[in-house]
């Protein structure tokens, strides 16, 4: 069977994986789910005990969870190098540093804007604590990340990789929350309009946006989520 990727809209951060798994060129198919209606129940939960997306059915109907997992299950299956390294390289190294930073330190920072978000219901003096923390940590990290960019078109050398896929789906969460000012960070703004007009980064996002772009080919297509769930749940 083909892998299965299950991707979380709206905004979600599973968009670069749609990206990548593009790039590799190998047969895939997608599975939408929306994060605001369909995770939080017991049915999604068979799939995901944590309730999040991304989850990768892998081709022996696997289920793994978690984006560094199934970045590193697609680095393992890139025999052409179309969005890795060789893994001793120090161009790997680069990569996975970078993938960790923007996965753990930079992709938390947003967590207080995004309990916020939640409860738009609570008290204003906790709302408003919780973002005042937010757009700091999301600032602190901005300011990491701007200064480990170098002067290469994308984050490890003049292609686009799993590090720059890892990245875009969360960056432009900054915009949504108004959390911090863009221009004050020109290497980064630079890097992500590179990365968004790459074209598997543009056909994942029109992907998202619920349009049927062309593609090249090696995503055969939609499975329900509800199909997924009773083939696969535990």
Known sequence: MEP??????PAGSSMGLVAAFERLGQPYRLCRVDMLTE???DAYASINGR????????????????????AA???ASDTQRRISFDPRSPEADRMHQLMAFVNTGFTAAFTPLWAAYEMESAEPVLLA???DFGRKAVAERHDRLEAMI??????VGDRLTLADTTLI??????????AVDGASYPKLAALRRRIESDQDVRYAQAIEDGEKPAGSGACLGHIPLAEVIERFGA
Request: no cysteine; net charge negative; aromatic share 10%.
């Open 51 to 70: 309730q999040e997306t991304p989850v990768l059915i892998t081709d022996e109907g696997r289920v793994l969870t978690e984006t560094m997992a199934i």
């Open 169 to 178: 789906g969360v960056a432009r969460w900054a915009e949504f929350h108004k």
């Open 39 to 41: 995770m939080k129940n």
């Open 73 to 75: 299950w697609l680095e």
């Open 129 to 131: 604590t919780l973002r």
């Open 4 to 9: 299965i990727l299950l991707y979380g809209v």
């Open 150 to 155: 170098v002067d290469t078109d994308f984050l």
